[in-house]
Every structure is written in C-alpha cells, then in structure tokens.
C-alpha cells in the first residue's frame, strides 16, 4: 500500500510553549485552481436575490490612510461600515430605525438581533444581542494571514495575524478558539513551519502571539484540528510523507507522535493530510491511501492511544484528495469523499454500535468535483456539503437530512475570478451554516437557511488572499 521512499524524517522533540500574551488584532488584505471535464452544474438552480455592491471612499492624508466601507448585510438588510486606519480594521452595523421592542419577549423586534426570552449565554445573549461569533483565518502568502470575526449586528472585524501562513485550522475549544498553520514565508529554512495561536472568548479582539508547534514541526498538507473536552489534537502529513499528530492541552504540546498504518509499528502514509472529526470523547482520523482507499484510525479519549489504522469502505477516492469528516449527534462518523471514477461526491456512514458501515450514497449525479470538500452538520442535525465546480470557479452545496438522504445541489456563487474551495461553518444567529470562499483573492461570505444562500458578499478589507480559509463557530459568553 506504500511506496519505499527516501526522505528525511521528522525530528520529534517535545516543547513546552510559553504563556499566551495577547497581541492586538491589526488589520490585513490570490488564486484558484480549475480542474477540466464538462461543468454539469450549470442546471444548478442559483441563488436570485440581489444586493447592492460595495461602495468605497478613500480619504488620504498624511501620515496615513483611512478607508470607510459600506456594505448592506444581504440576510438582514442591515448596513455595515468597515473604517481601517494604517493597518487596523473594526467593523460597525447600524440596525434599521424602528421602535426598540421589549428584550426578553421572545419577539425579535427593531434594535434586537435575537429573542429567545431568556437570559442566558447560548446563542441569543439576555440584551437580544448574538451570543456566538464565526472565527475565519485565510492565508495571505507571504504577507501576514488574515484574522476575521463576524457577528450578528455589529458585522464583521478585521485584521492580521503576526505570522504568514499557508494552510490553516481552526477548532473551537473551552477557552475559544485554537488556530494552525504552516508557513509560507519566503525564509526556505522556515517554510511549511506549524505555528499555532489561540483566540480567547474574553478577550475578543485579540489572537496570542503565533507560536511554533513544537521543534522540527514542519509539515507539507494540513494541519488539521479536532477538540475533545479541554484538549486540542492535530494531525498534519509530515515532510516525510507520513502522518503525524499531537496533543494540546491548556498551552502545552505534547511531542509528535505516529499515526499507525494497518500494523502498530507501521506509520500511516501520504499522499495528503488526515482529516480529524471528535465527538464527545472519541476522536477519528481518515486519509487517503497511496492505492487511493480510504483508511481510519481512532482512539477513545483525548489522550488515548490511536488505534490500527483499518480499511473504510469506499473503493476509490480521488488522488490527493483528503476526504472530509465529521461525528454526528449519535456519535456516528460520517465520511464525504469524491469518488476517483466519475468524480461525484459520496457519503458513507460509520454506525459505531455496531461498528458497521452503511453502503454508499452518491450525494446527486450532477454534484461533482475534483476539489476537497467542505462538510458540516447543523443545529438540527442536517448536513452541508460544500465544494469548488469541476471545470469552472463556481460554489455549490447541497444540504442532506441524513447521510443516505441528500436534496438537489444548489448555486451559492459563480465569481468571474479564481476561485479556491469552500469552508463551512455551524450557524450564528439566522442561518443554518455559515460559507466562506476565496475568489480573487478576496474573501466572501454566504449564509446557508435550508437550501436557500444569501447572496455572497465581500468582507470588508479581506483581500489579497491565497489559500482556502478556515472557519468555526464559537461562543462569546460562558
């Protein structure tokens, strides 16, 4: 199943990372890949609604330059000025003027975000103001990655992190959220370096100082992030071509270790990073093979042991491709993939009592792809499948109610730029999930309602992208 390879091998050391000092959230600013065959989307149904574009008035002076943006939010109709100076961004949302309503009626009246009649910290805060956020980090290449924050009402929040990324994850934990990345700096002794950040729920406008992740940390896909209680692990595909993961736990990392092949003293293979998938303490890992199967391992608890990798079973998945997971309510695991013949996305389903798996089901004859996928399971146990067209730039999903039960795929957007696939993201406050891509480089954001987009629209000053983003959904209270 793997090919002999010479190749150096990842040093593991153990370190213990410092104390999170938090750093000030500043503010940031391309590419696309197309694969060829004939684009069966076109019949896709599209996304009608309209919104206005984005108008902007650059004032300049000296010694800086201020930048005021006004977008009108396509779900609410509210409107959202984006004000940057030199190299900060903060974002304000000014509600329609209607009579203030009654907080704590139930009835979402003018001036309120949310009601659900109580007080307390789930997703509608006890003043009627969004009590959950989304998270997204992009890479920017060289440049220093993105950091955004999107809230119900006041919009969104933009900025930089301290380091330049690649590839990122991000996972929400008990404190927040944890975010990861290789790096794309220039420095070629430093190149696919893993670094990690945190951002604290409590502090909401502020990521810690980027960090590596232990020495000799240096990977070439991935990362990738699942949190179990109050750890965090990561599994990334090392230089090498085998896959290796890691713990976290409260700010320290345990040292990397293997991920097992069929064998306990064989380590996994490439060709691309695992994916990681948790429920509420077991945690999975799924990758392709190098004959093109799909392989799992799991290990039962945060700190366990990672068990034999065993055979999924799909028979062929795209080279390369990484397959997309996730545990649902039932702590079922469920697996996305594309198939390797025809191209169309598949869903299989792991039934863990009785460690039994259901056949495959192809999503829809016209839901095809040579992009990774992006998978999320609702509020209300619904799924979304995101992904990039075949042989255009184009966005669409499809929402399922059960891994063998999937609707029509929809149009979420067709840019007339590159486009890099898709990421999703549990809802906030009046969506289902969450979608964000990158075309042109420039970030956009889609919110998904049953099987009806809003219209996709820029975040503001989220520009000069290079890699597909990363998004969570955290809490901002508790």
Known sequence: MHPARVLPVVVLLSVSCTDEQPSGFTATTPAGTTAPITNPQSSFPDATDTVDSPTTTTTTGEPITTTSTATTDALTGTTSTSTSTSTTSTTSTTEPETTAGVCGDGVVDGGEVCDDGDADDDACLGD??????????????????LAARYVPGPGWSVGELDVDLGETALVATHLGALGAGRRATADVDAENELFWTTWSKGQPDDWAPAQPIGAFGFGIDGPA???????VTLGF???DFKHYTALWTDGTWVPFGPLPAGMPQIQAFGPSAAVLASGTAETYAAYAGDNGKIFYSSKSSPGGAWQPSMQAPPPLVVSGLTPAALVDAEGDLLLAYVRAADGKIAVVKLLTPQNAWTVETVVDDLAITASELAFVATDDGAYYIAWKGYDDDGVYAVRGLDHDDWGAPFTVAEPATATLPPALARGIVGADAELLYVTGGALQHARLTGEDPSPPTPVPGATGLEARPAAVRVQLGG
Do not use: K, N, R
């Not at 992009?138 to 220093?144: E, M, R, S, W």
């Open 128 to 145: 009627c103001t969004s009590g959950q956020a989304l998270l997204v980090l992009a890479g920017a290449g060289t440049a220093p990655a």
């Open 225 to 231: 992030l699942a949190a179990v209680a109050e750890t």
């Open 237 to 239: 595909l090392g230089t």
